[in-house]
């Protein structure tokens, strides 16, 4: 009789653990489905967050810098970057990029550089810290610098954006930084939105 007993005990423990062990194996499942749908939630509101940034800016991701005809897409720039960026470097380094920006601006502009030209390129719509950043490493910290790059500059640059290439294009940086330097703000707001905004 106390065998039978013992038996049963031993096997309502059995089913009992079973049980805790398939709760916690449910609860864990929920858990991670949570988290999935918490990270494709985040993940879509990224995604709509820079479409409404695309918007507010005036263009899609599709548009390219007007200086595009002269500048070869980013895919082109990587197979071709050993034959075009040798000859630009020797003639323009890459740390002092203020000496090139200043002769194109001083050329074409008053001597003196209009106000907003010094304003440093975290202004820019599309442009954040993190972009700013590996700018400042290649050399620009002013929409001044940004606006005085030439075009095969300007593809030497983005080829060295790493995580940012193809943004100086998609996002009109040049465009941009060039309306600044021209004190064109009517033309900045008409064509990106108020700046800061």
Known sequence: MLTSATANAGAQTVTSISFVLIAIGIVCALAIILW?????????????????????????????DPDAP????????????????????????????????APVVAAGDAPSLPRAAALPVTVLKGLGPKAAARLAELGITT???????????VAAIDAQ?????????????????????????????????????
């Open 70 to 101: 002269v500048v070869p897409p980013v895919a082109a720039v990587a197979v071709a970057e050993p034959k075009a960026v040798p000859a630009p470097t020797p003639a323009v380094p890459l740390a002092p990029a203020a000496p090139v920006a």
């Open 161 to 197: 954006m790493g995580s940012f290439v193809g943004r100086i294009g998609r996002d009109r940086w040049i465009e941009q930084a060039r309306l600044l330097a021209a004190d064109d703000m009517a033309g900045f707001e008409a064509a990106f939105g108020k700046l800061g905004g």
């Open 143 to 153: 929409v001044d610098q940004l606006a005085g790059l030439n075009a095969a500059r």
């Open 36 to 64: 999935g749908a918490m990270r494709r939630r985040t993940k879509a509101h990224e995604v709509a967050e820079a479409e409404r940034h695309a918007a507010r800016a005036g263009h899609s991701p599709d548009i390219i």
